[in-house]
């Protein structure tokens, strides 16, 4: 018998699937079990969400001080982006264009959802993906565009993973806890951003104060000491005009509380009518002023009580007030809830995330509400060390947002005792004098915006007396008197 070809019985042995065979069928549940684990999967993709890391902790390579809690409890607020976003920038350059046949045809807040906002399917995918984690649902809105969640640091690490630290403040005597790497959610997601995973910027208003018995005291005006309050801005802003705000209202920003009593005093001293004002507490808060800085119960007096010396046939004024904790975002969604306010001011700087509040000053520019927001108080950005991006951060943002009306602050001289107008200069007291309150540059903020470029009513304009750009926003827009004013 003929011997069989060991090459060919070599090759056969070399090729041949193992049947039957026990430790050949565990060999190949292992290899695909490998291919399994070291394979990527759709389902483990992550997108990377930028800008929740603060600048200060990567350029100033600041040292963890510990861990926050992993028991401590967080209120966060999901942003959503808007859809269509090249149509809606369309049509706000056509509504605010005179030219233009859809000129000041506003939307409500229905319509800007249906065109503009998050499907509801991305909406409810949001809150699977947090309840997956066990965060709470607290607060939905209506537009979308915002998903209000809490939980413990532990499940919020889990959800984005990020691990939360605690870091000493590079310019202020606290600490603050900010995640280690930017956060990141299941591929597919539809998440601009998160408020309320850093707390390195705390909203704080942009004033400075002292007693009006220890004020410069210019003499120009008709309140104590020469200083301007009620009728006096009336008579250097609008004299003559007989125009009230009688039926409008006025709505005002705010992150800490105020007494009533303090606005009926200025009121009554002013020779104001007594305007109505109802509160809208946000996040929480229960409206007991906290005085987180030393001047934020004045800065919410100061804000009502400019209002209603501008207006004082005002229906009333709605104050959106979040308290010391509160998410800027969730203030911002309220006010664009209340389309029936065609009017907002805000004096406090350094909130954020911008992703999801610049789509909801879209939404107000979209749906006819004006938003007046002061520039600041921290000098020109351009020459203030403190501005910039490395201890910033955004802190001093919304100022520069091109869908909202930037403020400056000036100096104003009036003729007799708030009689009429004389003349302005810009505000600005250069390095803050000994006793008043705060510290460093003082003086009304203003530049060239390094985060938006020049919008389009801005385009054509000769900056070369003002030394500004022709490619970035600039700001502010307007300014009126932000010096010598009585508080009460």
């Known amino acids: 018998m003929k011997e069989p070809d060991r090459k060919q019985n070599m090759k056969m042995k070399h090729f041949r699937k193992p049947a039957g065979n026990l430790p050949g069928v565990v060999l190949w549940l292992a290899v695909l079990l490998l291919a399994a684990f070291t394979s990527p999967s759709p389902a483990a993709e992550r997108q990377v969400l930028r800008g929740h890391v603060p600048a200060a902790v990567t350029k100033l390579n600041l040292r963890p001080a510990g861990r926050l809690p992993a028991t401590n409890r967080l209120n966060l607020a999901i942003g959503l982006p808007l859809r269509n976003t090249n149509a809606l920038s369309k049509l706000l350059q056509d509504m605010y264009d005179p030219a233009s046949p859809q000129f000041r045809h506003y939307l409500i807040p229905e319509q800007f959802t249906e065109q503009f906002g998050p499907t509801r399917q991305d909406y409810e995918a949001v809150r699977q993906f947090a309840r997956k984690y066990g965060l709470d649902v607290t607060v939905t809105h209506s537009n979308r565009v915002l998903l209000d969640v809490a939980g413990q640091v532990a499940d919020i690490e889990k959800a984005f993973q990020v691990t939360l630290h605690t870091y000493q403040h590079p310019t202020e005597a606290r600490q603050f806890y900010a995640p280690d790497v930017e956060p990141s959610v299941e591929a597919g997601l539809a998440v601009l951003d998160i408020s309320g995973l850093n707390n390195y910027s705390l909203p704080r208003p942009a004033s400075h104060w002292t007693s009006a018995t220890t004020s410069a005291g210019l003499g120009l005006g008709s309140g104590p000491g020469g200083t301007y309050m009620g009728k006096d801005l009336r008579n250097a802003y609008a004299p003559g005009v007989t125009l009230t705000g009688a039926g409008q209202m006025v709505g005002i920003l705010a992150f800490d509380g105020f007494y009533a ?228």
């Open 261 to 488: 009593g303090d606005i009926t005093t200025y009121e009554t001293m002013a020779g104001l009518p007594n305007v109505p004002i109802q509160v809208v507490l946000l996040d929480g808060f229960n409206g007991i002023p906290v005085t987180s800085y030393p001047d934020c119960i004045a800065e919410a007096c100061l804000d009502i009580e400019m209002a209603i010396s501008m207006a004082p046939g005002l229906s009333k004024v709605v104050v959106f007030d979040a308290g010391p904790n509160g998410v800027a975002n969730d203030v911002l969604a309220a006010m664009a809830a209340n389309p029936q306010i065609k009017q907002f001011s805000s004096s406090w700087i350094g909130f954020g995330p911008k992703g999801t509040g610049d789509q909801l000053f879209q939404q107000m520019a979209a749906q006819g509400q004006s938003f007046f927001q002061a520039s600041g108080d921290g000098d020109s950005w351009a020459n203030n060390v403190t501005l910039s991006p490395v201890f910033s951060n955004n802190s001093f943002w919304p100022a520069d947002d091109p869908y909202l009306t930037s403020v400056g602050g000036t100096t104003l001289t009036m003729n007799g005792l708030g009689t009429s107008y004389a003349s302005e200069r810009v505000w600005n007291w250069g390095n803050i004098p000994p006793g008043w309150v705060g510290s460093g540059y003082v003086g009304s903020s203003g530049g060239i915006s390094a985060s938006y470029a020049i919008p389009s009513w801005q385009k054509g304009l000769d900056m070369s007396a003002n030394r500004g750009s022709t490619t970035r926003r600039n700001f502010p827009d307007v300014a009126m008197v932000a010096d010598n004013i009585l508080i009460i």
